[in-house]
């Protein structure tokens, strides 16, 4: 819930809340004021935490290898 005010505060232009969802851990975004790498940024963090935790750590180990094999620019 901090984050989500936090990101509500930082930018109330494009994070939001309605009333149904005052007490809920959900933010709504205009998504077209999201560039995409925070909408990714957000999309995966969402993702892990209602993942499964094995399939959250396998994709943690994909990404982290990848990552490696990455050329330096």
């Known amino acids: 819930m901090e984050e989500r005010d936090h990101l509500i505060e930082a930018d109330p232009e494009t994070f939001y809340i309605t009333g149904h969802f005052r007490n809920y851990k959900g933010l709504l975004a ?3 004021r999201l560039d995409e790498a925070t909408f990714r940024a957000l999309l995966e963090h969402r993702w ?3 993942a ?3 399939l959250a750590k ?3 180990a994909k990404s ?3 990552n490696r ?3 330096n620019k």
């Open 30 to 32: 205009h998504i077209g």
């Open 48 to 50: 892990q935490a209602i």
């Open 52 to 54: 499964p935790r094995k």
């Open 58 to 60: 396998d994709a943690a």
């Open 64 to 66: 982290v290898a990848a």
């Open 69 to 71: 094999k990455k050329p």
